[in-house]
């Protein structure tokens, strides 16, 4: 596969997902990157954005293996990852796999459960593989976590830890509609069959898991040239050296931003990287490994401006 029958791939995921819904194309877009760079993708937005439904929407247009876990704050560990149960009948243990055990994992209001379920994440994200009774179990390399929450100034949600937020490729903020596009919305969805019923709309696979590793081949070798990595590191860097920013972000969102900045130059049809790849994918890949300092809480400053701000400032290379 090359860049360009990886374009032509996101190009049809697209497609399939618009038939349900309606704009999110920079929800969708950002979902690809993160699919192709091996990342994972934290969606944060009020009640009634379709993040749920775009999520459902976006593995049914992949065709890989799909799994949903309704995050409560009742939800234990095992309920995620699974157990070994014993079997009085044959007197042995049993292995009993929980949801994580999918190629795409839809973690539905992921802060609505407390820190200590939200960590039997930690070790799928990272390493595409769960252990529980000494014995780790491989997801695979397509492994992929899609988590949705609602904003931390709703009641009943637990802020993530900063060792899980890390963990996520982007964190992006759905927004509301336009007037236009809401008025699409209600046309689309307010008859009289169920919405929620995905079926409806006819969404097609596009893709397998064989096609999945072929683009992800493809997109691990678009060229990233030293240049690219020095703007990567300054702009890392600079975000630890920022008065207005308490904590910066770690060496591995460098490294992730990388392969995010790759993986937008194949969608884009371009076996190379550009600095616009990574000014593009910045504000995304560092809202939420970065946090803010007490004077710029005071000041109401945005997480987002000062990236936006670090980002124009970074020189880039020409």
Known sequence: MNVDEVKALASAIREEVAKAITGQRDTVDLMLTALLAGGHILLEGPPGTAKTMTARCFAQALGVAYGRI?????????????????????????????????????????????????????????????????TTHSLGRNFMVVATQNPIEHQGVYPLPEAQLDRFLFKHRVSYPDAQEERAIITHHGGGSASHNIEQYGIKAQTDRKTLEAALATVGGVTLVDDVV???????????????????????????????????????????VIPDDVKALAVPALRHRVILSPAAQIDGRLVEQIVSDLVDQTEAPR
């Open 70 to 134: 309704q995050f409560t704050p009742d939800l234990m560990p095992g309920d995620i990852v699974g157990s070994n149960i014993y079997n009085f009948q044959t007197g042995q243990f049993t292995l009993t796999r929980g949801p994580i055990f999918c190629d795409l994992l839809l973690a539905d209001e992921i802060n609505r459960t407390p820190p200590k379920t939200q960590a039997a994440l930690l070790e799928a994200m990272q390493e595409h593989a769960v252990t529980f009774d000494g």
């Open 230 to 272: 020095g703007y990567i590191a300054a702009l890392v860097r600079g975000t630890r050296e920022s008065p207005d920013l308490e904590v910066g972000a770690s060496p591995r969102a460098g490294a992730m931003l990388a392969r995010a900045a790759r993986a937008r130059a194949a969608l884009d049809g371009r076996n190379y």
